[in-house]
């Protein structure tokens, strides 16, 4: 069956390490995104992708960055770590003009930046 | 300029009541769609429902029903005879119908707990 997945599922670190988080699909879609959620806020979006070597900042990009190297995988890179990016990330991915746009989720990756 | 509001921070109700879940949203398009997640304890993201514009009707699904007006651009969501497995944090959320632009716009939730 196909899933999207991201790893790690957990991950601790100090300020000022680059971090990164991984988000793999295999529903073959072009769109992928990654949003981060606090308690307040719902999900807010960092940044998307609509296919290999697009890459788009969302509502709150600054101090992340991603790359599309191919159809499946959109890692998400925290330069240097602060603690207001201790948050809950999830990455979601969607079929191109698909119907409804639906998004699926992947699992979540908890971090925690002290 | 997308916006998702869910006025309702927490809801508390006692098993067996219903209880609704208010959701307004902004958009300038006229072909937009609508969504609703749960997020129980354990933390995944559960797709319950999407609308389009287009389409006004209600929808039921066993307890679980949604009233979208789009003349008070609401997307309420109701449900019936609560049970404890309702509790969780449930999150409306605005997509634009173009393509190209599928990103979501999500309300900040509504937790809701269901007492036995």
């Known amino acids: 069956d196909a899933e999207i997945t991201q790893s790690p599922r957990h991950k601790i670190t100090e300020t000022g390490r680059q971090v990164t988080l991984a988000c793999h699909q295999t529903?073959?879609?072009?769109?992928m995104f990654w949003y981060r959620q606090d308690l307040g806020h719902g999900l807010r979006l960092i940044h998307y992708?609509?296919?290999?070597?697009?890459?788009n900042k969302g509502e709150v990009s600054d101090g992340y960055s991603v790359s599309r190297s191919n159809t499946e995988d959109l890692p998400l890179t925290l330069e240097s770590a602060a603690s207001s990016q201790t948050s809950v990330y999830f990455c979601?991915?969607?079929?191109?003009?698909?119907?409804?746009?639906?998004?699926?989720f992947g699992p979540g990756t908890r971090l925690t930046v002290l | 300029a997308q916006k998702v509001t869910q006025a309702q921070t927490e809801i508390s109700v006692v098993e067996k009541e219903d209880v609704t879940l208010d959701c307004v949203y902004e958009t300038r398009d006229t072909t937009y769609y609508l969504f609703w997640y749960k997020q129980p304890p354990s933390g995944e993201l559960v797709f319950l429902i999407r609308?389009?514009?287009?389409?006004?009707q209600n929808e039921i699904s066993g307890r679980y029903s949604w009233n979208f007006q789009k003349s008070t651009s609401s997307f309420n969501f109701t449900i019936t005879a609560s049970q404890v497995v309702d509790s969780a944090v449930y999150f409306c959320a605005l997509s634009e119908a173009n393509f190209g632009n599928e990103k979501l716009t999500f309300g900040t939730g509504t937790r809701l707990t269901i007492i036995p």
């Open positions: 529903w073959n879609h072009n769109n």
């Open positions: 979601a991915s969607s079929e191109t003009g698909g119907l409804y746009n639906e998004q699926f």
């Open positions: 609308r389009n514009s287009f389409d006004e």
């Open positions: 992708s609509y296919g290999v070597q697009d890459t």
